[in-house]
């Protein structure tokens, strides 16, 4: 894989930050933290775009802190839609009316599958 | 293989997408990113990134849309405003290169697609996911709770729909305790 040089000047309270979460995150090299940084921010920055929010919870299941920063709050979610008109006959209307008064069918396996496979 | 779903950017390779659907294969090269800035709809790409650019692989376009007041029952329209028709989603395609079918992506992307609806439904009150699938597909989509409306105009357009109160539903369910569809 191709690899571009990186450098940066850290103040020398964050290096000590740096070199207790190396030492704790059993991390060997900077680039490897970076590159373990760069993939929780990424993943972070995607749950935002998806509309969910990122949050700690204890043991019984609780939120007890939301993430919240105002580089995360910028990435808007989305799902800004635009609308579309769809032509349908009478007898369309008809059948989706008849059809959505029923009770709806139990979820199928694949339904069951599909929602749970995150 | 790792997989990504997100909006499509222009930056990814659709060059050699093929689904064996002529028209769903022009409407990714040649359209997707036009209708995208033009806000007539939104297409998602499942990206596989492990060479760049990104290649698509699979995507589907989600709009929204309303069904005509016209031929509904008030029990169903109870509760919504009377100016407008019932608001809804629109899956307006779906579509999964040839080399990657059989691996369950169609699945992912439709899950996603979900997830999506589910998502804006909190905010815009919609509730039913609409798709116009071609006959050989609706099998497919019958699998996953869609149903199927019949007197379309046209035979090779055939509406369905699936009620987003059953998705939700089936979100954390186990497997050994679903129903199988006839």
Same mark, same amino acid.
């Given at each position: 894989?191709?690899?571009?040089?990186?450098?940066?000047?850290?103040?020398?309270?964050?290096?000590?930050?740096?070199?207790?979460?190396?030492?704790?995150?059993?991390?060997?090299?900077?680039?490897?933290?970076?590159?373990?940084?760069?993939?929780? $921010?990424?993943?972070a =920055?995607?749950e935002?775009?998806?509309?969910h929010r990122i949050v700690?919870?204890?043991?019984?299941?609780?939120?007890?802190?939301e993430l919240?920063?105002?580089? @995360?709050? !910028?990435?808007?979610?989305?799902?800004? %839609?635009?609308?579309?008109?769809?032509?349908?006959?009478?007898?369309?209307?008809?059948?989706?009316?008849? @059809?959505?008064?029923?009770?709806?069918?139990?979820?199928?396996?694949?339904?069951? !599958?599909?929602?749970?496979? !995150? | $293989?790792?997989? +990504?779903?997100?909006?499509? #950017?222009?930056?990814?390779?659709?060059?050699?997408?093929?689904? *064996?659907?002529?028209?769903? +294969?022009?409407? %990714?090269?040649?359209?997707?990113? &036009?209708?995208?800035?033009? $806000?007539?709809?939104?297409?998602?790409?499942?990206?596989?990134?492990?060479?760049?650019?990104?290649?698509?692989?699979?995507?589907?376009?989600?709009? +929204?849309?309303?069904?005509?007041?016209?031929? %509904?029952?008030?029990?169903?329209?109870? *509760?919504?405003?009377?100016?407008?028709?019932?608001?809804?989603?629109?899956?307006?395609?779906?579509?999964?290169?040839?080399?990657?079918?059989?691996?369950?992506? *169609?699945?992912?992307?439709?899950?996603?697609?979900?997830?999506?609806?589910?998502?804006?439904? &909190? =905010?815009?009150?919609?509730?039913?996911?609409?798709?116009?699938? !071609? #006959?050989?597909?609706?099998?497919?989509?019958?699998?996953? +709770?869609?149903?199927?409306?019949?007197?379309?105009?046209?035979?090779?357009?055939?509406? $369905?729909?699936?009620?987003?109160?059953? =998705?939700?539903?089936?979100?954390?369910?186990?497997?050994?305790?679903?129903?199988?569809?006839?």
């Amino acid at each position: 894989m191709k690899t571009v040089k990186f450098q940066a000047d850290l103040a020398s309270t964050d290096e000590v930050v740096l070199n207790t979460l190396m030492e704790e995150l059993e991390v060997r090299s900077k680039a490897d933290f970076l590159a373990k940084a760069l993939a929780l $921010m990424n993943w972070a =920055v995607k749950e935002k775009k998806r509309g969910h929010r990122i949050v700690t919870i204890d043991e019984q299941g609780d939120v007890i802190r939301e993430l919240v920063t105002p580089e @995360l709050e !910028r990435v808007a979610p989305e799902f800004e %839609l635009p609308s579309i008109s769809t032509t349908w006959t009478l007898q369309e209307v008809e059948s989706f009316g008849e @059809l959505a008064s029923e009770s709806q069918p139990k979820p199928t396996t694949h339904l069951i !599958r599909a929602m749970n496979r !995150r | $293989m790792d997989i +990504n779903i997100r909006k499509l #950017e222009s930056s990814d390779r659709t060059t050699d997408f093929d689904c *064996g659907d002529a028209q769903l +294969n022009e409407y %990714l090269k040649r359209y997707a990113l &036009k209708d995208q800035r033009r $806000m007539f709809g939104v297409t998602y790409a499942a990206v596989c990134c492990e060479e760049p650019p990104c290649k698509v692989i699979g995507y589907y376009t989600l709009a +929204n849309t309303s069904i005509p007041r016209q031929g %509904l029952p008030e029990e169903i329209l109870k *509760g919504t405003p009377k100016y407008q028709g019932l608001p809804a989603f629109l899956l307006g395609r779906l579509a999964v290169d040839k080399r990657y079918q059989g691996k369950d992506i *169609g699945e992912v992307l439709l899950s996603r697609c979900f997830e999506h609806c589910l998502t804006i439904a &909190k =905010v815009s009150g919609a509730r039913y996911l609409i798709t116009d699938a !071609r #006959e050989s597909a609706v099998s497919w989509y019958e699998r996953y +709770n869609f149903r199927t409306i019949v007197g379309a105009a046209n035979p090779d357009s055939i509406k $369905m729909f699936v009620d987003l109160k059953v =998705v939700a539903q089936a979100i954390d369910m186990k497997a050994s305790a679903a129903t199988t569809m006839h």
